[in-house]
């Protein structure tokens, strides 16, 4: 685990060095290092959010009816996960209020996506 964190900091911090002599004369070129090195750290990530996802099942077969409420869980922090990569690449291309949308956007998602869980609260209290 510690390796891949070192690499992840390296490709990152690499980006960040590279990028900056072109962010004056070829601010374009320099978006690309950072989408590349965004896209080279996501994909050292795919192992890890597998076995992140086997744990989910394995928990989801354990709970049996009570899994809903995982599957619910896994679907925020997905939307929370895609729309803040999504909005850091915008803002860092300086589209910031396309970020802010994608930002409002994944919040109402958030709250789209809880409701069941809400329901049932409100509904659970008002039985007692």
């Known amino acids: 685990i510690g390796d891949i964190m070192i690499k992840v900091a390296i490709i990152g911090v690499m980006a960040a ?49 009570g899994s809903v409420y995982i599957g619910i869980l896994l679907k925020m922090i997905g939307i929370t996960y895609v729309a803040e990569f999504s909005s850091n690449l915008c803002a860092d291309a300086g589209y910031h209020a396309v970020a802010d949308q994608i930002e409002f956007y994944g919040k109402i998602m958030i709250m789209a996506v809880s409701l069941p869980i809400l329901l049932t609260l409100v509904d659970t209290i008002a039985t007692i």
Request: with cysteine; hydrophobic share 55%.
């Open 17 to 65: 060095l590279l990028v900056i002599p072109l962010k004056r004369e070829k601010g374009e070129i320099g978006l690309l290092v950072i989408l590349a090195a965004c896209l080279l750290i996501l994909s050292l990530s795919l192992d890890r959010i597998r076995e992140i996802l086997d744990g989910v099942r394995t928990m989801k077969n354990l709970l049996g009816k």
